[in-house]
């Protein structure tokens, strides 16, 4: 197989440094962000991780110098995950430029660009045996091609060493530049996710630099180019049922296949505030309404996140 860095573009733009404002979360002791409803519910207790396999994966990682969203965003799912022997791995380093105020990944100035980390990914994907792997990364806007390069390296080469081992993406808006989105539509994800998020009303306060339509037309375009597509939002930060429900039109509209629901949990207090505990029997119902409305397959619960059940996803039928 040809190097795939000479097939892409851009390789000497991507290690720029940023040349931007970063912004700042809210500050620690803003009485705002103090969660007022009570303590959490037994079905949100998970036991704390451990065993063999998970100490396996985090030396690994460790040693690679690798980062995975399990640890970075606090994942109440990463025991389960890793005693399995799966991890989604976040890419272009540990530090976001954006400053979403649910998110527990820092903010800042990031990190040059770590030139091999497709094929570190690539081959950490390899010594695990991971049969589904899921990879995301935080935002580059910073990077004239906002990482994208290193986004369709990286599945090129896990494709490369792991030829049997199906992939999933969870990709930035990438500012809506189809330049971008063509090149990791180009190498061919099994999955390609894209997460909401959150309501429309709630755009300004969670995702301030971000846009409800920009990323409905991001599923939208990568829906036309004939990708399974999946998206995801956490309920509890503020939105209503309905809200949810109308949120759920959209994307039936642009034919998404997979929709994942959870509980939005503060990673701490200089995040949103829970706005409440949404109820398992809750989550069961969005799971009802948004297939009966046509979402191909609703994972919902309160622990489930993006790559919950992932592996299980590749299965769903393309809607056309």
Same mark, same amino acid.
């Given at each position: 197989m040809?190097?795939?860095?000479? $097939? %892409?573009?851009?390789?000497?733009?991507?290690? @720029?440094?940023?040349?931007?404002?970063?912004?700042?979360?809210? +500050?620690?002791?803003?009485?705002?962000?103090?969660?007022?409803?009570?303590?959490r519910?037994?079905?949100?207790k998970?036991?704390?991780?451990?065993?063999?396999? !998970?100490?396996?994966?985090?030396?690994?990682?460790? *040693?690679?110098?690798?980062?995975t969203?399990c @640890?970075?965003?606090?994942?109440?799912?990463?025991?389960?995950?890793?005693?399995?022997?799966?991890?989604?791995?976040m890419?272009?380093?540990?530090?976001?430029?954006?400053?979403?105020?649910?998110?527990?990944?820092?903010?800042?100035?990031?990190? #040059?660009?770590?030139?091999? @980390?497709?094929? &570190?990914?690539?081959?950490?994907?390899?010594?695990?045996?991971?049969?589904?792997?899921?990879?995301?990364?935080?935002?580059?806007?910073?990077?004239?091609?906002?990482? *994208?390069?290193?986004?369709?390296?990286?599945?090129?080469?896990?494709? @490369? %060493?792991? /030829?049997?081992? #199906?992939?999933?993406?969870?990709?930035?808006?990438?500012?809506?530049?189809? +330049?971008? $989105? &063509?090149?990791?539509? +180009?190498?061919?994800? &099994?999955?390609?996710?894209?997460?909401?998020?959150?309501? /429309?009303? $709630?755009?300004?306060?969670?995702? /301030?630099?971000?846009? !409800?339509?920009?990323?409905?037309?991001?599923?939208?375009?990568?829906?036309?180019?004939?990708?399974?597509?999946?998206?995801?939002?956490?309920?509890?930060?503020?939105?209503? &049922?309905?809200?949810?429900?109308?949120?759920?039109?959209?994307?039936?509209?642009?034919?998404?296949?997979?929709?994942?629901?959870?509980? !939005?949990?503060?990673?701490?207090?200089?995040? #949103?505030?829970?706005?409440?505990?949404?109820?398992?029997?809750?989550? +069961?119902?969005?799971?009802?309404?948004?297939?009966?409305?046509g979402?191909?397959?609703?994972?919902?619960?309160? %622990?489930?996140?993006? *790559?919950?059940?992932?592996?299980?996803?590749?299965?769903?039928?393309?809607?056309?």
């Open positions: 040809k190097d795939n860095i000479d $097939l %892409l573009p851009h390789r000497d733009e991507i290690i @720029e440094k940023p040349k931007f404002n970063i912004p700042v979360k809210a +500050k620690r002791n803003n009485p705002e962000l103090k969660t007022t409803v009570g303590k519910p037994e079905w949100l998970v036991k704390a991780p451990g065993g063999e396999s !998970y100490a396996f994966i985090q030396n690994l990682m460790r *040693s690679k110098s690798l980062h969203v @640890e970075e965003a606090h994942c109440p799912n990463i025991g389960e995950c890793w005693a399995h022997g799966t991890a989604t791995f890419i272009l380093g540990d530090t976001c430029t954006r400053a979403c105020s649910f998110c527990a990944i820092k903010t800042g100035i990031p990190h #040059t660009i770590n030139k091999n @980390e497709p094929y &570190d990914v690539a081959m950490s994907v390899r010594k695990m045996g991971v049969k589904h792997a899921v990879v995301t990364s935080v935002n580059r806007d910073e990077l004239k091609d906002q990482g *994208s390069t290193i986004w369709a390296e990286t599945i090129y080469r896990i494709r @490369e %060493l792991n /030829p049997d081992t #199906t992939i999933e993406v969870l990709i930035p808006d990438f500012k809506g530049d189809t +330049k971008c $989105l &063509d090149r990791v539509i +180009k190498a061919s994800p &099994d999955i390609l996710n894209h997460n909401m998020e959150t309501v /429309p009303r $709630l755009y300004k306060k969670i995702r /301030p630099q971000a846009k !409800y339509q920009q990323s409905l037309d991001v599923l939208r375009y990568c829906k036309d180019a004939g990708l399974r597509t999946k998206s995801g939002i956490m309920v509890g930060i503020g939105e209503t &049922d309905d809200e949810v429900y109308e949120l759920m039109k959209d994307l039936v509209k642009i034919k998404l296949d997979i929709m994942t629901i959870g509980q !939005y949990l503060q990673p701490s207090v200089n995040h #949103t505030p829970v706005d409440r505990f949404v109820t398992p029997q809750q989550f +069961k119902e969005f799971k009802r309404i948004g297939e009966e409305m979402i191909g397959h609703v994972e919902s619960g309160p %622990l489930v996140r993006s *790559s919950y059940h992932a592996h299980e996803h590749v299965k769903v039928e393309i809607r056309t």
